[in-house]
């Protein structure tokens, strides 16, 4: 079992659609909790980073982390063409583990 | 925010050469540095933990012999891929830690895509 599972996709939605990206996880030691948004060939942003259960706002981006369940979630309101990236969720213990990535596709 | 610098942004070699990249962080110190791998349509990989000062700390399976990091000061780490084959085509991301607040963050850089003829 990989420590951080993540939906690849690829997901496509159209321009002002809500978002929902998730992550699974294993290691209840994991304590930061972090969404990057990566562009083709470029290396990762960091859009949200959190360490504890609950929800984190910043714009259109929410981050919730349900500790319990071992289940993270970034959801993006009113999407836009520019969101189209790779998201990958990555988990502290440590040191730094990414899930897999989605591949996210905002169309006009 | 914290900007970490990656030079070159992509490179062609032919088999059997060496290649050198930087790592650098631009306006902060970084203690600790990470080099990942990535392929195509897949997660990064970390290969190897860079403290400044001593050794670096390799991931399982990664080759320190063909991968040499030199973590020379607070603000540059490097990546050598010695020896390169066409199987070490990939891309290839640092990034650095800094202190800000009471938390750690990492910061990336924006990698290089090295392609071996």
């Known amino acids: 079992q990989k420590e951080v599972e993540q939906d690849p996709g690829p997901l496509s939605v159209p321009e002002g659609a809500i978002v929902s990206l998730n992550c699974t996880y294993s290691n209840s030691a994991f304590q930061y909790f972090m969404w990057y948004r990566q562009y083709s060939r470029k290396g990762p942003e960091l859009l949200m980073y959190?360490?504890?259960?609950g929800n984190k706002e910043d714009g259109r981006f929410t981050a919730q982390v349900d500790k319990s369940s071992k289940y993270i979630s970034l959801f993006i309101r009113d999407s836009q063409p520019s969101d189209s990236a790779t998201y990958l969720c990555a988990i502290e213990a440590g040191k730094l583990t990414f899930g897999q990535g989605t591949i996210l596709t905002v169309h006009p | 925010g914290a900007v970490v610098s990656q030079h070159p942004s992509w490179v062609i070699c032919k088999s059997g050469t060496s290649v050198k990249i930087e790592c650098r962080s631009l306006?902060?110190?970084?203690?600790?540095m990470f080099w990942y791998r990535q392929f195509p349509k897949q997660s990064l990989m970390l290969m190897a933990t860079s403290n400044e000062g001593s050794k670096a700390t390799y991931e399982q399976g990664v080759e320190k012999d063909k991968f040499l990091i030199n973590h020379a000061s607070l603000t540059l780490s490097t990546l050598t891929v010695t020896s390169a084959h066409p199987e070490d085509s990939s891309f290839y991301i640092c990034s650095a830690r800094g202190v800000l607040r009471l938390n750690e963050k990492l910061f990336f850089g924006s990698g290089t895509q090295l392609s071996v003829l």
């Open positions: 306006d902060f110190q970084a203690t600790t």
């Open positions: 959190t360490y504890s259960s």
